[in-house]
Nanobody
Framework: VQLVESGGGLVQPGGSLTLSCATS????????IGWIRQAPGKEREGVSC????????YYADSVKGRFTFSRDNTKNTAYLQMNNLKPEDTAIYYC??????????????????WGQGTQVTVSS
């Protein structure tokens, strides 16, 4: 299983970015997929998660109303649309997955597959 993120970069406060996560090696579209970020000197934070068991999508309070998760099964790709970006959104963003019937985990270490990460920097 491979997860490859793209779409990070430098953006001014209030701007937008869309991150992409291309998946390969997962034989079905039935898997939980999440976005996690880690800022320098801070703990990892679960940003968003699509849960395969119930089809629900969940967001951290810090990004609700600004970030939107989506996926295109025809392209085996998940997306994170990020609007109204703030300096505190600066972090490395990782795409993660748990194949099969699964839940969005509270313990981020329960994600079994991780991408290499993409840097998002929000600065004027």
């Amino acid at each position: 299983v491979q997860l490859v993120e793209s779409g990070g970069g430098l953006v001014q406060p209030g701007g937008s970015l869309t991150l992409s996560c291309a998946t390969s090696g997962i034989t079905s579209h039935y898997y939980t997929i999440g976005w996690i970020r880690q800022a320098p000197g801070k703990e990892r934070e679960g940003v968003s998660c699509f849960e395969s068991s119930d089809g629900g999508t969940y967001y951290a309070d810090s990004v609700k109303g600004r970030f939107t998760f989506s996926r295109d099964n025809t392209k085996n790709t998940a997306y994170l649309q990020m609007n109204n970006l703030k300096p505190e959104d600066t972090a490395i963003y990782y795409c993660t997955a748990i194949p099969g019937d699964s839940y969005c985990p509270d313990d981020l270490d329960e994600y079994t597959h991780w991408g290499q990460g993409t840097q998002v920097t929000v600065s004027s």
